[in-house]
Nanobody, 124 residues
Framework: QVRLVESGGGLVQAGGSLRLSCAYS????????MGWFRQAPGAEREFVAA????????TYGDSVKGRFTISRHNGENIVYLQMDNLKSEDTAVYYC?????????????????WGQGTQVTVSS
């Protein structure tokens, strides 16, 4: 049984930073790519970042490139999303997800398991 639990969300001023964590329960963590998505009210779910099973390959959505960094600690089954220089448009619920295979994908349909989400609010 796979379970994903996000933490680290909150309220921050524009220009500030937050680090989200996603704790993974289940087997074979390092066999699967992991991703972060976000969804603002009234908007579709948006790809934020993904990381391959080994951590050697990372991909980012255009709106967060250069500001967000995804990483993983396979020994502790955790994925992180470091968010710097936050903007008001980054306000959303952020979700962690496990891909169906080893390689990164921006397509949410490629992800099999999802966390419950954590709210990030950036005040301007």
């Amino acid at each position: 049984q796979v379970r994903l639990v996000e933490s680290g969300g909150g309220l921050v001023q524009a220009g500030g930073s937050l680090r989200l964590s996603c704790a993974y329960s289940g087997q074979l963590f390092n066999r699967f790519s992991m991703g972060w998505f976000r969804q603002a009210p009234g908007a579709e779910r948006e790809f934020v970042a993904a990381i391959s099973g080994s951590g050697g390959i990372t991909t980012y959505g255009d709106s967060v490139k250069g500001r967000f960094t995804i990483s993983r600690h396979n020994g502790e089954n955790i994925v992180y999303l470091q968010m710097d220089n936050l903007k008001s448009e980054d306000t959303a619920v952020y979700y962690c997800a496990r891909d169906r295979d080893y390689y990164t994908s921006y397509d949410p349909n490629e992800y099999e398991y999802w966390g419950q989400g954590t709210q990030v609010t950036v005040s301007s």
